[in-house]
């Protein structure tokens, strides 16, 4: 069975520093893996996504994340964070196995940037 | 392209009521999933549909729930006899089998936050 843990539910930086979002997984098959972002009272957005080939993966609003296998890790990352980066991060994994294709989801990382 | 709508935003209701909740997928979208999302938590999945057909449901899904897509469309999530426990965020997301990238990739809706006094 897949999960998703994601390391520290509160994150907070100052505008222009890097941000560092944890992610490690469980799966026992290659894992298909998104970051989505949510901001206050919306539905998700997907960010980026990895299923194969390049292990660094770049998304939208500068983001990108690296799958690590043998640390079992996606992590995602921004080198100068922006006010408008404030939102709560997902990190999923699709299930597979029959006609299921549902996401877990990891319980989310609310990022606060300072000005 | 107008992307994956959900009607109403916001329903309050008393315990002890009915509610239905409406999901439009972007078109030709193949898959549906409604997903719940309650305060301090990443979504859980509810229950899938390809095309009309309800292909798996979740434990979460209790005998009050009930999801239909009729005509492989647009998509229905009724609530009877509404608990506070309902109360959540409920979320449609849609997809195709395989797009572009050759995968599948799950669009959100903006969700349907339900508070039930």
């Known amino acids: 069975a897949q999960s998703v843990t994601q390391l520290g539910s509160h994150v907070s930086v100052s505008e222009g520093a890097l941000v560092l979002l944890r992610c490690n997984y469980s799966?026992?098959?290659?894992?298909?893996l998104f970051w989505y972002v949510q901001y206050p009272n919306q539905g998700l957005q997907l960010l980026l996504k990895?299923?194969?080939?390049?292990?660094l993966v770049k998304g939208i609003n500068g983001f990108e994340a690296e799958f690590k296998k043998s640390e079992t890790s996606f992590h995602l990352t921004k080198p100068s964070a922006h006010m408008s980066d404030a939102a709560e991060y997902f990190c999923?994994?699709?299930?597979?196995?029959?006609?299921?294709?549902?996401?877990?989801f990891g319980k989310g990382t609310k990022l606060s940037v300072k000005p | 392209d107008t992307g994956v709508s959900q009607d109403p935003r916001h329903k309050i209701t008393k315990r002890g009521q009915n509610v239905t909740f409406r999901c439009d997928p972007i078109?030709?979208?193949?898959?549906l999933y409604w997903y719940r999302q309650t305060l301090g938590q990443g979504p859980e999945f509810l229950t899938y549909?390809?095309?009309?057909?309800?292909?798996?449901k979740s434990r979460l899904l209790s005998d009050r729930f009930s999801a239909e897509r009729p005509k492989g469309s647009f998509s229905t999530l009724e609530i009877q006899r509404t608990e506070q426990g309902d109360s959540a965020m409920y979320l449609c997301?849609?997809?195709?089998?395989?797009?572009?990238?050759?995968?599948?990739?799950?669009?959100f809706g903006p969700g349907t936050r339900l508070l039930v006094l």
């Open positions: 997301a849609s997809s195709v089998s395989r797009d572009s990238s050759g995968w599948e990739t799950q669009y």
């Open positions: 799966s026992s098959v290659p894992p298909y």
């Open positions: 990895y299923t194969t080939g390049a292990t």
């Open positions: 999923a994994v699709r299930v597979y196995g029959g006609s299921q294709g549902n996401l877990i």
């Open positions: 078109s030709e979208h193949n898959r």
């Open positions: 549909f390809q095309n009309e057909a309800q292909l798996e």
